[in-house]
Each structure stands twice: as structure tokens, then as C-alpha cells.
């Protein structure tokens, strides 16, 4: 059974950063493409950045430059890490396993002062 677990989610300060983890399990993980979503309260969840089974990576325009996706396929893990956060990316943010449509339950990320 497949699973992707997120973590590192937390409260920060603006021009903070974080490090989310999304841990994956039950199937071979470094065949597949992964991303990372966000959903901010009341709005639609949007695209942050994506990683494939090479390691190609594409990111949302709002987040080049200061987040970074990465993977690291011994450990069955891709990670997100945001720099320079803004409150507006206040949103729960969700790991997606792109070739088999699955995701993960999210874990939140707080923007604030």
C-alpha cells in the first residue's frame, strides 16, 4: 500500500525557512515523479514545484529562486526547502506522487509576525 507521509511543517517567522520532508513507502520510489502542491485557506491548490525520476526539477514562477525540491531516492524521500517565506504562502502543503495520483494528507506551513 502506498504512503506519503509529510513532515516539517511548522510556524515561522517572514523571510524565514523551512524544510519539508515527504516520506514514501510501499512501492519503488525512484521511478516516479513527485511534486509538491499548496492550498492557502480559501483558494485553489496550486503547483509548487516538481521533481522527476532524473532528478529535473520545474517550479512555480512565485517560488523560483527561493525554494528548492529535491530528492533522495535511498531514503524514499523528496524534500521542499522554502527561503525568504512570505505570509501569503501561509497554506497546507502537499506531497503528490505524479505518476500514480496519489497524496499525501498535507502538513501545514504558517507564515507570520
Known amino acids: 500500500q502506498v504512503q506519503l507521509v509529510e513532515s516539517g511543517g511548522d510556524l515561522v517567522q517572514p523571510g524565514g525557512s523551512l524544510r519539508l520532508s515527504c516520506a514514501f513507502s510501499g512501492s519503488i520510489f525512484s521511478i516516479y515523479q513527485m511534486g509538491w502542491y499548496r492550498q492557502a485557506p480559501g483558494k485553489q491548490r496550486e503547483l509548487v514545484a516538481v521533481?522527476?525520476?532524473?532528478?529535473?526539477?520545474n517550479y512555480a514562477d512565485s517560488v523560483k529562486g527561493r525554494f528548492t525540491i529535491s530528492r533522495d531516492n535511498a531514503k524514499n524521500t523528496v524534500y521542499l526547502q522554502m527561503n525568504s517565506l512570505k505570509p501569503e504562502e501561509t497554506a497546507g502543503y502537499y506531497c503528490r506522487n505524479m505518476d500514480i495520483d496519489y497524496w499525501g494528507k498535507g502538513n501545514r506551513v504558517t507564515v507570520t509576525s
Open positions: 521533481i522527476g525520476k532524473g532528478g529535473s526539477t
